[in-house]
């Protein structure tokens, strides 16, 4: 008996698949893979930042989307097409209202579960720091209150442990970890 067979689609029957789909589905390598559900303690964080954010990027040229928005890569190193549904991410990205999906994010946040830490902390964080507008990949975990920054500077990517507050580039706040983890109790 042989394992599953994997059959690699190309991005037209991708978004056909997605169409159909009930939940986000990302693609990568041809591949595609259903968005993790979430936990409530998942969604609480989600609505603390995304209330952090919304009142941080008001009257400014950048929008914070959900992971109803679809982030379309292709990064020239990586020869393939991705599409991602990232937990929230900011841009100032110009497109039309009936745009499906954006490209130019400048702040990307995953929250973290047992389920998607490997895939957040490697290949994610890999292919989020090859897009060029990217300023920050914030990694929240919803298991422990705990969070990494990685942060683009002239001189490549910094990571930091975030301990009690962390300034996010392009939204210029600091967020503070009682902030994203309120009404959690972990």
């Not at 390598?29 to 995304?50: E, K, Q, V, W």
């Not at 009682?178 to 009404?183: A, K, Q, R």
Request: glycine share 2%; charged share 20%; with cysteine.
């Amino acid at each position: 008996m042989s394992g599953p067979a994997y059959r690699r689609i190309s991005e037209e029957q991708y978004l056909l698949e997605l169409e159909a789909s009930d939940i986000p589905l990302e693609f990568i390598d041809g591949l595609i893979y259903p968005r993790a559900a979430s936990s409530l303690r998942h969604c609480r964080i989600n609505t603390n930042l995304l209330r952090v954010l919304l009142n941080a990027t008001q009257d400014t040229q950048n929008w914070v989307y959900t992971n109803q928005m679809r982030l379309r890569l292709a990064p020239p190193q990586f020869h393939q097409v991705m599409n991602y549904f990232p937990d929230i991410f900011v841009s100032s990205e110009e497109s039309s209202l009936d745009a499906m999906f954006l490209s130019a994010p400048s702040v990307i946040v995953e929250i973290t579960s047992e389920e998607t830490y490997r895939i957040d902390t490697s290949w994610k964080a890999y292919v989020y720091r090859s897009i060029p507008s990217l300023q920050a990949y914030l990694m929240i975990d919803s298991e422990s209150q705990s969070a990494e920054l990685h942060r683009r500077t002239p001189n490549g990517w910094d990571v930091e442990v975030v301990q009690g507050s962390v300034s996010l580039p392009c939204v210029n706040i600091s967020l503070s970890l009682d902030e994203v983890y309120d009404g959690v109790n972990l």
